[in-house]
């Protein structure tokens, strides 16, 4: 099964959570991984991530932490899933064409599973922050 890391699965609560709150309100990664019982040296280098991407700004000094500094209609899943984990794809080879495979040359999956692997950034493509955070996740309408 497909499956999101905990990495994604954790910037995707921060985002929401940080996009659910005024947009000056400030979040730090204590509040964030008591709330949702998420290791908090976890979120913290998720949360470094995030801000090195420009996803959302720090905030210095002893009240700081972050806020969002993107829309969360300019946020995007597939672009969050390079932040967090470098390549995205089906198969080792399907980011990469299968130039480092020893059976890319008569591979029987790997032209389907370069095909799945558009598709699906399509579709993350397609997945704003803003939906997450409003739960209606768009139809999946890719030919």
Known sequence: ????TKKIEYSLIALTYMGSKKKEDISTAKEIASLYQIPRELLAKVLQQLNRD???RSVQGPRGGYVLSRSPDEVNLDDIIRT???KRGFTECSG??????VRS???????????LDRQMAAFLSSV????????????C???
Do not use: K, W
């Open 54 to 56: 420009g996803y959302i």
């Open 128 to 139: 704003t922050l803003e939906h997450v955070m409003r739960g209606e996740i768009p139809s």
């Open 96 to 101: 990469t064409g299968g130039a480092d495979c």
């Open 84 to 86: 967090i984990e470098g």
């Open 1 to 4: 099964m497909f499956q999101l």
């Open 105 to 115: 040359v008569n591979c029987s999956i790997r032209v389907p599973m370069e095909q």
């Open 141 to 143: 309408n890719i030919t």
